[in-house]
């Protein structure tokens, strides 16, 4: 391919081939006729080889375009004459929209990931997408690339063009930075999030703003649309980004409000690490003819991390988890529960055993959140203590050891749960803590999630005491080395030439040791029973991993009791509310569900049966977290002030 300049652009310009546009903007490549949802669906190819990049030279090559040729000489020479360096392999680059080129290059990037390159690649002519992408793989600058020809056109209303739906504050966060240095170069390109956790009228001030590409939480939207401070008539592209998660945390409701008040005309796009049933079903209901693209497959996002497993007794969870701590060096670690207490007990009893650590659940106001997540990515706190849920969106990207203290639900979670190590090119490592009794659900859900996994026998006490005193030796070797490289001084070689007189040289070095002490945490957990990582008799339930409550004969059952070692720990039978919403009022269990999920801050898990009466409804909370639900849920909410949650005055079953 050869290179022609022109004068009155000052830019090189790539000879083109025969009946070859230099206006089009993305590369397409041949498609295959395979169906990921149904029939109507197709499946996106990579292209094989890119095309020569067709950009002028300023862009290309970074130069100033009012700063003119350097020399009379020819560009090429020119260029060269200055010391500039003329980029190569820069063929990825074609597909990309011309005005997002140079926020790539600036950002450092040199290639595209799976799914950006299965997003250009795409032939989907206007349709929506289906893009089934894992946690890391670079999807947010996918979306990007999807939303840049729309934001090219005029706007047609005050509110915003592109609406961009995430499940949490945190993921909300990470697509805004994405979005922002991706779009910079756009000439109305400004990006902004509702979210809650923040005071409504900062929201309506930056709504005023007129933001062209707005992200948010299903319920903050929603209060802003009912309220009229948005305005959603201009939407040309919707995104529903982590869809599955968000119908698990019992959004659909929030989700349904939402999108039926967007333009028909819209393209409606889902991103999704799966598209369970209820995710289709939703698909089929807002989206047409979508277009699937599969940008990572389970278990593709995580090829930089060592995934292990432990069979660890219910009794033995707390050391096995603290010699796992110890032998990861004070390494950044992140630790999921199920949970919102258990983040706060856990947290609370690791930092009371040294180690610096925090917990991370959705009860944290939006300053506390900001300033834990702060003091993790800082490296002031090296243990984070999260829930699934407060952990979506996090992006540090040097976590080296993430450990599932609560093993996942299904491979899906384990994949978002996982991915958060083992990113940015860095190496990681993944450790599960299993009951023996569930082995083999765990080793199903691994070979689900298609990543290659091995049991190891759990660290006892005798082992990682001797790894800490080895590693203790040689820092205090090292330290010593640095110390006489550099040569004491002559007062302190005078004080440890009196310290020796008449004394074992060993004894006193000794004692200095003593003096000095370790710092917490020193020495391995106390237990008397960690299992040689074989299966043993540990009968204690996957949940709640550090202490479940028992069945209760009571009509209403305690809440937070300790487990009976004795009888292996039951699980809880749960607690029995009422609220005042039945089939007369148009109750459905879908509804109820994600009424009772916002009001008592709570996931679907966490509730038991639903039964719908007449003009009432009951259903079952998990006993673990009841105590919080009954004060959260019994508050009055504005948004729906009729409705009354409270405990059940009835007989239980």
């Known amino acids: 391919m050869s290179f022609e300049y022109s004068a009155s652009d000052d830019a090189f310009v790539p000879s083109p081939a025969p009946g070859q546009s230099f206006s089009k903007a993305f590369h397409a490549a041949p498609s295959r006729p395979e169906s990921r949802a149904g029939s109507h669906e197709q499946q996106a190819v990579l292209p094989q080889q890119a095309a020569p990049i067709k950009a002028p030279a300023a862009d290309l090559f970074g130069l100033d375009p009012d700063a003119g040729v350097p020399s009379a000489q020819t560009p090429l020479e020119a260029i060269e004459a200055e010391g500039l360096l003329i980029p190569t392999n820069t063929s990825w680059l074609e597909p990309v929209p011309e005005v997002l080129r140079r926020a790539l290059t600036d950002r450092g990037f040199e290639s595209l990931t799976t799914v950006q390159e299965a997003v250009l690649a795409a032939q989907a002519d206007g349709r929506d997408l289906q893009i089934s992408s894992q946690t890391g793989s670079g999807k947010t600058v996918a979306l990007g690339f999807v939303i840049a020809e729309a934001l090219a056109q005029e706007r047609i209303s005050p509110g915003p063009t592109i609406l961009i739906i995430v499940p949490t ?6 697509v805004c930075d994405e979005l922002r240095w991706l779009l910079a170069d ?21 709504l005023a703003g007129r933001p062209r590409v707005l992200v948010g939480t299903p319920g903050r939207l929603l209060d802003h649309v009912k309220s009229g401070a948005l305005d959603l008539s201009g939407i ?6 982590e869809a599955d ?5 019992g959004f659909r409701e929030e989700l349904e409000g939402i999108l039926d008040t967007t333009p028909e005309s819209r393209r409606t796009h889902m991103v999704s690490a799966t598209f369970p049933p209820g995710a289709l079903r939703l698909a089929e209901r807002y989206q ?26 219910r009794g033995s969870r707390y050391p096995a988890l603290v010699h796992l701590l110890l032998r990861a060096n004070e390494e950044r670690t992140l630790i999921f529960v199920e949970r919102r ?11 009371k055993d040294g180690f610096s650590a925090l917990p991370l659940s959705g009860e944290l106001a939006q300053s506390q959140r900001d300033r834990t997540l702060g003091a993790f990515r800082s490296g002031e706190a090296k243990v984070l203590v999260a829930t699934d849920v407060a952990a979506r969106g996090l992006d540090v990207p040097d976590v080296a050891f993430v450990v599932h203290s609560t093993p996942p639900l299904n491979a899906q979670i384990y994949t978002h749960r996982s991915g958060r190590t083992g990113r940015a090119g860095n190496q990681g490592v993944s450790a599960l803590l299993v009951p023996p009794n569930s082995k083999r659900r765990i080793a199903r859900l691994l070979q689900t999630a298609r990543v290659e996994f091995q049991w190891c026998r759990t660290p006892q006490p005798q082992e990682v005491r001797a790894e800490l005193d080895d590693r203790a030796q040689a820092a205090l070797e090292a330290e010593l080395d640095a110390f006489l490289e550099r040569g004491p001084s002559q007062a302190h070689l005078a004080q440890a030439s009196g310290l020796l007189d008449g ?12 003096r000095k002490g370790a710092r917490k945490p020193s020495q391995p957990a106390r237990a008397n029973n960690l299992p040689q990582g074989r299966d043993q008799s540990g009968r204690g339930s996957v949940r709640g991993a550090f202490g479940n409550s028992q069945r209760s004969g009571n009509s209403r059952p305690s809440y937070g009791g300790q487990s009976d070692s004795r009888n292996g720990g039951h699980e809880s039978s749960g607690v029995r509310f009422f609220v005042n919403w039945g089939e007369n009022q148009g109750a459905t269990p879908g509804r109820i569900l994600a009424t ?26 998990q006993e673990d977290v009841a105590r919080r639900f009954e004060f959260l849920a019994g508050r009055r909410d504005p948004r729906d002030p009729q409705i009354v949650i409270r405990p059940d005055r009835g007989p239980q079953r």
């Open 245 to 249: 998660q968000m119908l698990d945390m």
């Open 341 to 351: 207490m258990e983040a706060l007990d856990l947290a609370e009893r690791l930092a």
């Open 288 to 313: 047409s003819n979508p277009f699937a693209i599969e940008g990572t497959a389970l278990g593709e996002a995580n090829q930089n991390i060592a995934h292990e497993g432990y069979l660890v007794p």
């Open 169 to 174: 504050r945190e993921l909300g966060t990470q």
């Open 236 to 241: 040309r592209e919707l995104v529903l980004d």
């Open 186 to 206: 756009l000439r109305d390109g400004k990006v902004a999030s509702v979210t809650g956790g923040t005071p409504v009228f900062r929201d309506r001030q930056m």
């Open 596 to 621: 009772v999920c916002r009001r008592g801050e709570v996931n679907g898990d966490s509730i038991g049966s639903i039964a719908i009466h007449p003009n009432a409804a009951t259903f079952d909370v």
């Open 503 to 514: 004394r074992d040289a060993v004894a006193v070095v000794a004692a200095l040791l003593a």
